[in-house]
């Protein structure tokens, strides 16, 4: 079953199964239930949601992150990914630098939606947005 939330004229696309499967691998949640599945939605939705609440180097409005997106209007469906993903028990081992948090932003398993088709060495993406929260600087 898919979730469908819309911004305007932007609609993030979640998947029930996909995040279960996330719950599961990942927070390690034997049988996850709808907070678990509706908490990890509400993360995404207030990170993309966070430039517009907080004064920033990045701070503007729907409009603007639909143009710089969204190369043809009817490409309005985007895919979200979060990372970390960790339980309680493996944050103090997992290694929280730039480059690990990138690359796991854009591997499939930690997308919120599945696809069967995707290949992230062969297909392409059309654009890439990701918030980082925290002190973070270009050069890392």
């Known amino acids: 079953m898919y979730s469908l939330w819309c911004f305007n004229n932007i609609t993030l696309v979640f998947d029930n199964e996909a995040i279960y499967n996330i719950c ?4 390690h ?6 907070n678990n599945i509706n908490r990890l939605i509400a993360k995404v939705i207030s990170s993309v949601t966070a430039p517009f609440r907080f ?7 729907l409009n603007e992150l639909q143009a710089s997106l969204i190369p043809f209007p009817s490409l309005q469906f985007i895919t979200t990914g979060m990372s ?3 339980s309680k028990m493996d944050a103090t081992t997992t290694l929280n630098d ?9 591997n499939p398993t930690n997308w919120l939606v599945h696809y069967d088709s995707f290949n992230p060495i062969n297909d392409k993406y059309l654009s890439i947005m990701l918030n980082y929260r925290g002190n973070i600087t270009s050069k890392e």
């Open 55 to 61: 004064d920033g180097e990045f701070h503007t409005n």
């Open 29 to 34: 949640i034997a049988k996850p239930d709808v």
């Open 98 to 106: 730039v480059q690990t948090i990138t690359n796991e932003c854009l």
């Open 24 to 27: 599961q691998r990942n927070l």
């Open 84 to 86: 970390p993903i960790v």
